[in-house]
T-cell receptor, first 112, second 114 residues
């Protein structure tokens, strides 16, 4: 069974708007990661946030983590058509790498 | 540095056959993980190999197996293929340990079982 549940399942926005995706998980984690996948290809790592961190930034990406609510959010600011992809959260229970439990993903469509 | 490579990229098999997929990790990465992606079940962890030893295993039947060689290259094998095994199989490599930051994914092998 999946560890993470993502919300929304699909999101359609205009270029320039912000996109927010949410992820909830069930068990305690060591870190949570976000990945992007274009059209059924390999996944690309976006950002990792550790369990003792609350917020992290990388370029136009902002990730928050609330361990008390077992939830995380990914915010993409000033979205571009090239951001169109599926976004997945993944939890690492071991903090050693190697085994990630993925959510079902959010399909983001950014219209020019 | 070359990325993670997977071969073959596409494969068509029939029920009952077996298949072997190959993954070459990024140079210096000793951890290789395998994932299955289907529209219905999403991305599911199959197993992880590190230093030629299976370190973690997902909830898949024994028909799914893998191994890792001394050069860190990994293979996974699926025997007695079923229609439900049709999927995108992704492998990922990483530096194992508490300071690792990400897994690097290959482009995947798309397996179709007829």
């Amino acid at each position: 069974s999946q560890q993470g549940e993502e919300d929304p399942q699909a999101l359609s926005i205009q270029e320039g708007e912000n996109a927010t995706m949410n992820c909830s998980y069930k068990t305690s984690i060591n870190n949570l990661q976000w990945y992007r996948q274009n059209s059924g290809r390999g996944l690309v790592h976006l950002i990792l946030i550790r369990s003792n961190e609350r917020e992290k930034h990388s370029g136009r990406l902002r990730v928050t983590l609330d361990t008390s609510k077992k939830s995380s959010s990914l915010l993409i600011t000033a979205s571009r058509a090239a951001d169109t992809a599926s976004y997945f959260c993944a939890t690492d229970l071991t903090n050693q790498g190697g085994k990630l439990i993925f959510g079902q993903g959010t399909e983001l469509s950014v219209k020019p | 540095k070359a990325g993670v490579t997977q071969t073959p990229r596409y494969l068509i098999k029939t029920r009952g056959q077996q298949v072997t997929l190959s993954c070459s990790p990024i140079s210096g990465h000793r951890s290789v993980s395998w994932y299955q992606q289907t529209p219905g079940q999403g991305l599911q962890f199959l197993f992880e190999y590190f230093s030629e030893t299976q370190r973690n295993k997902g909830n898949f039947p024994g028909r799914f197996s893998g191994r890792q060689f001394s050069n860190s290259r990994s293979e996974m094998n699926v025997s007695t293929l079923e229609l439900g095994d049709s999927a995108l199989y992704l492998c990922a490599s990483s530096l194992r340990g508490p300071n690792y930051n990400e897994q690097f994914f290959g482009p995947g092998t798309r397996l179709t079982v007829l």
